[in-house]
């Protein structure tokens, strides 16, 4: 990845010696390791077993989890929030396990629509709930810096399933507290 990075600033027309660009290929190979770091970790290793039973049927909301993700088709930045809600089915997963299964989906070549389904039906296989609900806001660097340069454009996406999808008051409950 390192040589990769090499070529590309050299077919930029830099100097790849001069002091400032020296380390950039080895820094920039570490830097897309860990931005795609999603691609080493599981569901099963992410959740760890954090999983408690659980009376309650209300549903359980997390709200404004940070996202930084990789859009797969300029391998540019997208950024946003991800609000998900599930309703419990005689467990609940710890409240912090959401947000690194979010983040074991974003840090991944990825479109946003695809994500919102890969953590809805992770969180549902995770928690067995009766409905899974997903919503996510994102701004994607390859829509502000590049092609249309619409720095306004912020990208909606949501994914229902089981009640959240059958049941309009448990969607409308859903997203009216998110918005
Ligand atoms: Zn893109």
Not at 55 to 82: Q, R, T
């Amino acid at each position: 990845m390192e040589n990769a990075y090499a070529k590309i600033i050299e077919r930029l027309g830099e100097d790849l010696e001069r002091e400032g660009l020296k380390d950039t290929p080895k820094r920039a190979a570490k830097a897309m390791q860990f931005l795609t770091r999603g691609y080493q970790q599981s569901l099963e290793e992410v959740v760890n077993g954090a999983l408690f039973p659980s009376d309650n049927s209300e549903m359980v909301l997390v709200k404004n989890i940070e996202l930084y993700s990789m859009c797969e088709h300029h391998l540019l930045p997208f950024i946003g929030k991800a609000h998900v809600a599930y309703i419990p089915n005689g467990q609940v997963v710890g409240l912090s396990k959401i947000a690194r299964i979010v983040d074991m989906f974003a840090r991944r070549l990825q479109i946003q629509e695809n994500m919102t389904k890969q953590i809805a039906e992770a969180i549902q296989e995770v928690t067995g709930a009766q409905g899974v609900g997903v919503v996510i806001e994102a701004k994607h660097m390859c829509m502000m810096m590049r092609g249309v340069e619409k720095q306004n454009g912020e990208m909606k996406t949501s994914m229902m399933l089981g009640t959240f999808r059958s049941n309009p008051a448990t969607r409308n409950e859903f997203l009216s507290l998110v918005n």
